[in-house]
């Protein structure tokens, strides 16, 4: 079993920044990648940055310039600098891992529970 556990969200103001955790526990052989995604209310999940093992990252445009993903390989964590929040990153903000549980395992994805981010104007 993987559980991704995030901590990190909250209400802030335009302009304000937040920076989320996620850790990943468990049977855990590899991660291959780790990211966040967000779901506003009513509407389908999406990616916001994501960070592949070795290195690379992919984050949206919306997002560019104002987030900053990390990882922290010895601890199978990431990290999601958020500033210049605005009132549309208000979404439910979810950890993602790719993780293979044991050697020859193939690649599954894992989600955390969530955390929410509010950005008043």
């Known amino acids: 079993q993987v559980h991704l556990a995030e901590t990190g969200g909250g209400l802030v103001q335009t302009g304000g920044s937040l920076r989320l955790s996620c850790a990943a526990s468990g049977s855990i052989f590899s991660i291959n990648a780790m990211g966040w995604w967000r779901q506003e209310s009513g509407k389908e999940r999406d990616m916001v940055a994501t960070?592949?093992?070795?290195?690379?990252?992919i984050v949206v445009d919306s997002v560019k310039g104002r987030f900053t993903i990390s990882r922290d390989y010895a601890k199978n964590m990431t990290f999601l600098q958020m500033n210049s929040l605005k009132p549309e990153d208000t979404a439910t903000y979810y950890c993602?891992?790719?993780?293979?549980?044991?050697?020859?395992?193939?690649?599954?994805?894992?989600w955390g529970q969530g955390t929410q981010v509010t950005v008043s104007s």
């Open positions: 960070m592949i093992t070795d290195g690379s990252t």
């Open positions: 993602h891992a790719v993780v293979s549980r044991y050697a020859g395992d193939s690649h599954k994805v894992y």
